[in-house]
Antibody
Framework: EVQLVESGGDLVQPGRSLRLSCIGS????????LSWFRQAPGKGLQWVGF??????????PDAASVTGRFTISRDDSKGIAYLQMNSLKTEDTAVYYC?????????WGQGTLVTVSS | EIVLTQSPGTLSLSPGERATLSCRAS???????LVWYQQKRGQAPRLLIY???NRAPGIPDRFSGSGSGTDFSLTISRLEPEDFAVYYC??????????FGQGTNLEIK
């Protein structure tokens, strides 16, 4: 089965860091660019950033809202992508989705909840 | 940054009826790079339409997308019970960030 599974969501205090993971299976992970989106409780969707496949350069432009605090990386040998989140703020509270695709999400994971609160 | 405005915010219809959802952009979207997603309560979104009018694999043909420039729409020709959900449009026609509309809640009347 083709799927993405996120993990790592947790309750963290403001200012702390958290790393989310996304494991892909059922497809050749390294052939695809990956994106992260998020959805605050009861709110709409927001693009966070993407990382290209190695063949497409593997670069990572980040969304303006999280530039400088969030970093996306990947380990194609393990079929895992990461979202490193630093200096977390209460407004970062959301379900974070890992998706397959460069510009839009053709495949979504089930999401992992990050709660930033003191 | 391109702002997408979806209308209506809530649409109340009955199964079997036709639904038309609108997505308007604050500036023209390059090459009609617009997608539609469906999100059911408690679930991740699902891709329905890409490139404004192309159905994603496995999406029933009662779903269709149209439009260009700044005005786009999603039409569901005959509503099935499983179609009642929230629908989002997203543009990817300009430099990041790739923005979303605020969503249309399609509810059973």
């Amino acid at each position: 089965e083709v799927q993405l599974v996120e993990s790592g969501g947790d309750l963290v205090q403001p200012g702390r860091s958290l790393r989310l993971s996304c494991i892909g299976s059922g497809f050749t992970f390294g052939d695809y660019s990956l994106s992260w989106f998020r959805q605050a409780p009861g709110k709409g969707l927001q693009w966070v950033g993407f990382i290209r496949s190695r063949a497409s350069g593997g670069t990572t432009p980040d969304a303006a809202s999280v530039t400088g605090r969030f970093t996306i990386s990947r380990d194609d040998s393990k079929g895992i992508a990461y979202l490193q989140m630093n200096s977390l703020k209460t407004e970062d509270t959301a379900v974070y989705y890992c998706t397959r695709g460069l510009l839009f999400a053709e495949l979504w994971g089930q999401g992992t909840l990050v709660t930033v609160s003191s | 940054e391109i702002v997408l405005t979806q209308s209506p915010g809530t649409l109340s219809l009955s199964p079997g009826e036709r639904a038309t959802l609108s997505c308007r952009a604050s500036q023209s979207i390059n090459s009609n790079y617009l997608v539609w997603y469906q999100q059911k309560r408690g679930q991740a979104p699902r891709l329905l339409i890409y490139g404004a009018s192309n159905r994603a694999p496995g999406i029933p043909d009662r779903f269709s997308g149209s439009g260009s420039g700044t005005d786009f729409s999603l039409t569901i020709s005959r509503l099935e019970p499983e179609d009642f959900a929230v629908y989002y449009c997203q543009q990817y026609g300009s430099s990041p960030p790739y923005t979303f509309g605020q969503g249309t809640n399609l509810e059973i009347k």
